[in-house]
């Protein structure tokens, strides 16, 4: 049987950390943008 726990489908993009909250916050890849859901902040693709 696979022990192996299931994989949370993140849509969060890797390498991209919020400059406000710091490295381990990561920003929620958008359309056209990166954002944080923690502190709301956002930047541009
Ligand atoms: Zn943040």
Redesign the pocket.
């Known amino acids: 049987m696979a022990k192996d726990a299931k994989k949370k489908p993140k849509a969060y993009v890797v390498g991209k950390n919020?400059?406000?909250?710091g490295p381990g916050?990561k920003?929620a890849g958008h359309k056209d943008r990166f954002g944080?859901?923690?502190?709301?902040?956002y930047e541009r693709k």
């Open positions: 919020c400059p406000k909250c916050n920003l944080c859901g923690k502190c709301g902040y």
